[in-house]
């Protein structure tokens, strides 16, 4: 069979099936002419006809295949006037061209004349459907990047979640789901995995940003895996660690670390989970006997959502207030035994079961009440606070206040953990999505082949902005590990915020990403074999676990205030004079109408100009709500009922705070990028970041007078022309990502 003979048809062959104009007669006409060609062999006659059998139609990807050659000559050879001519470029016998007359008549009869050439020629040049996915990217560049100094580590947690052993459990009951993820986490410890962070000493690595990292790569996996190890090894580990002294790390850390002891973090009651203060649990000291007796007081006071407390918790650090002689000291931490070493409840611990979840089933989370457990003096956690031998209470931090914070600021980690592995799952999901939409391909421009998803603007402004500000995440979340990791007691404060911040800003987003994720890949993402089903169910708590993320939004606005009351004063006379004259310098140099209307690309490129917005945002509601709480307060009205009333201006402020963090952070790492082509590609998502935020929050810019309406188009413009630029690597950019096969696991990912 002369194959040359054939491409000379594939023009028409296209358009005979995507032509919804041409009827049965156009088929028989097209048969005739065949048949009428004596020069065609039979050969190419019988696989002519079998193309043009209305019973058997060509493939999806057979169609593709022609369109393609199609569109790959018209661009070699963008003068050709008609069919034959551009059959003749894809078959190249120039000995054919003797037929042009009669082709040029199959044409006419066809009524495929200059148009359809024309339509060809508009797919093929058109922009929509020539974008593509760019390969100029380095990707283990961009996975460098990613992985910094804990590359051996990030890499030791892939390989191990690559095995066979950590295949997906599939089954839908919980029980059997329950005991899959401890036998994961079994095999994490005898890695050595769990105890990472705690002291050589005591069986551990010694090194916290290790096990930071861990957690996080581990969050590409089953996130009910994470959550338990993360209960175990952290919560119930740290506790100890943190809270605890050497004769608590000498009895338990290293049977916490093997996981030889499972255990609890049990501080959320059922009437209080952000309220830690209003804990109701008792801990009652008894000096005769030199211990202490825990007690649940009512039904509500029961410990609620307890990780590992359902099935397979044998101690609990518990919260709970501290009794002396009838004297309330406060909430502090106590280790209490629940089962013993065969799993059976202890006297006085009744323990019950949350059962079935929206996500995380492999979570035994469960309810415990106490009644009147005893518990030897020993086994209160006593770096901050401790009852002496003469049955007194002691603390070297002599502020109630200061020692509870100081307390919980020591299991800040958590807040460092949660979102490094919620962004892990964004970025999970937009691999699935963004890979997916790359190939799924859904109509096209007239006369020509579908054309990918990802190439529609609306499909990348769902998506770009989204893979924007994961990796502007993962700069700020890294800035936040370090920063605790080089912590001073005087930045704790600071940094207690960030944290509580980052962990809001970041769950909230991973929350909205994976349902872009989910509508993004349609039906087809709506499969639980997909998994954007999974990372959306069981990452929906992490907006109110470890801190609801409004309560933790409104602490990090509390610290702006008192940020600004160092700075301003009490907002009397000389705060309000300093006040006027850093607004007043703004209104000079960044309010005058030449700024307020600027509208060229080189100005809404600059990260100067990004960086003044979102400062003069940070600055300017940061006052306002200081203004308004403070003449609240001066007209009668209670603090707490004033800080109700604005209480959405808190938001604004934190939010404000926290996104000029995430832009000056994202900028910094862009400086360290040694590769030229990596470091444009970051600095078109750090753009693309700010301008989007921007965009966002233009009513507000309008509002204040910072921007005129035709700046705020012009920044609209400018998101959309950014997407359309980054798709072309958007693809490199999730693959840098480097998540295992095994993990990602979703066929339409690959």
């Known amino acids: 069979m002369d194959n040359t003979s054939n491409s000379l048809f594939y023009p028409y062959l296209y358009l005979v099936w995507t032509d919804e104009w041409l009827s049965g007669n156009e088929f028989n006409t097209f048969n005739r002419f065949i048949n009428e060609q004596s020069w065609l062999s039979s050969a190419n006659k019988q696989w002519l006809a079998g193309q043009l059998d209305p019973a058997s139609p060509p493939s999806r990807e057979t169609l593709q295949q022609w369109k393609a050659a199609i569109d790959r000559a018209l661009l070699e050879q963008p003068d050709i006037q008609h069919l034959f001519a551009l059959g003749l470029t894809l078959g190249g016998d120039q000995k054919l061209v003797a037929h042009q007359p009669a082709f040029l008549q199959l044409e006419n009869d066809l009524g495929l004349g200059e148009e359809a050439i024309a339509g060809f020629r508009r797919a ?6 020539a974008s593509k996915t760019s390969s100029e990217l380095d990707i283990a560049t961009v996975t460098d990047w990613f992985n910094g100094s804990q590359a051996a580590m990030i890499n030791q947690v892939k390989t191990l979640l690559s ?249 800040v980690g958590g807040r460092i953990g949660i979102p490094r592995s919620a962004l892990s799952a964004s970025k999970s999901g937009l691999s699935i999505a963004i890979q997916y939409s790359d190939q799924r391909r859904q109509f096209g421009p007239e006369g020509g082949a579908e054309v990918p998803i990802l190439n529609y603007r609306m499909h990348q402004r769902r998506l770009m902005p989204k893979l924007a500000t994961t990796y502007a995440l993962h700069t700020a979340l890294q800035y936040l590990t370090q920063r605790f990791l080089q912590r001073k007691e005087a930045d704790m404060q600071e940094i207690e915020a960030l944290a509580a911040g980052l962990k809001a800003y970041t769950t909230w987003f991973t929350r909205d990403t994976l349902q872009e994720c989910r509508e993004a890949t349609g039906g087809k993402g709506y499969l639980s074999e997909n998994r954007i089903d999974a990372l959306k169910n069981d990452t929906e708590i992490y907006t109110t676990f470890e801190g609801d993320n409004t309560v933790l939004m409104q602490l990090v606005a509390k610290s702006r205030l008192a940020e600004f009351r160092k700075a301003f004063g009490k907002m009397d006379a000389r705060g309000m004079i300093g006040y006027v004259f850093e607004n007043a310098k703004t209104m000079v140099t960044e309010k005058n109408p030449m700024i307020t209307r600027r509208t060229d690309d080189a100005h809404l490129l600059d990260y100067h100009f990004h960086l003044q917005a979102f400062e003069h945002r940070e600055k300017t509601i940061l006052a306002s709500a200081a203004r308004r709480l403070k003449k609240l307060v001066d007209g009668g009205m209670d603090g707490f009922d004033a800080a109700n009333v604005v209480q959405h201006q808190l938001m604004d402020v934190a939010a404000a705070y926290l996104e000029r963090v995430i832009l000056e952070q994202f900028h910094l790492s862009i400086g360290r990028v040694q590769d030229p082509r990596f470091a444009a590609s970051l600095t078109r998502l750090c753009q693309l970041f700010a301008l989007s935020a921007l965009d966002k929050d233009k009513g507000w810019f309008l509002e204040d007078g910072y921007m005129e309406p035709v700046k705020t188009k012009a920044i609209r413009k400018l998101v959309n022309q950014l997407c359309w630029d980054i798709r072309q690597e958007a693809v490199p950019l999730v693959r840098a990502f480097d998540i295992p096969a095994q993990c990602l696991s979703a066929p339409i990912a690959f």
């Open 163 to 411: 095995q066979p052993a950590f295949a997906y459990e599939t089954s839908t009951d919980t029980a059997v789901k329950r005991q899959k993820v401890l036998e994961w986490c079994k095999i994490l410890a005898r890695e050595n995995m769990g105890n990472k962070a705690y002291p050589t000493a005591y069986g551990g690595g010694g090194d916290i940003e290790a096990y930071f990292s861990i957690m996080e790569t581990l969050s590409y996996h089953d996130l009910s895996m994470v959550i338990k190890f993360g209960v175990q090894f952290g919560l119930w580990g740290m506790s100890v660690w943190q809270l605890g002294t050497e004769k608590h790390y000498a009895k338990w850390l290293k049977d916490i670390g093997s996981l030889a002891l499972p255990g609890c973090f049990a501080m959320t009651e059922t009437n209080h989970g952000s309220n830690v203060k209003g804990l109701e649990t008792t801990a009652t000291y008894q000096h005769s006997r030199q211990s202490f007796i825990i007690h649940t007081p009512n039904p509500k006071a029961q410990k609620e959502y307890i990780g590992n407390a359902a099935l397979h918790g044998q101690m609990a650090t518990v919260f709970a207030k501290l009794i002396i002689n009838g004297k309330d000291y406060g909430v502090n931490a106590f280790v209490v035994p629940l089962r013993n070493g065969e799993g059976q409840t202890l006297p006085g611990v009744t323990i019950g079961d949350c059962g079935q979840k929206m996500g995380l089933n492999g979570v035994d989370n469960g309810t415990i009440s106490f009644d009147q457990v005893e518990i030897p003096k020993e086994n209160m956690l006593d770096r901050f606070a401790r009852v002496n031998d003469a049955g007194e209470f002691e603390s070297p931090i002599p502020s109630d206040n200061r020692r509870f914070f100081t307390m919980l600021g020591t299991l």
């Open 124 to 129: 093929a040049l058109g922009k929509t459907a």
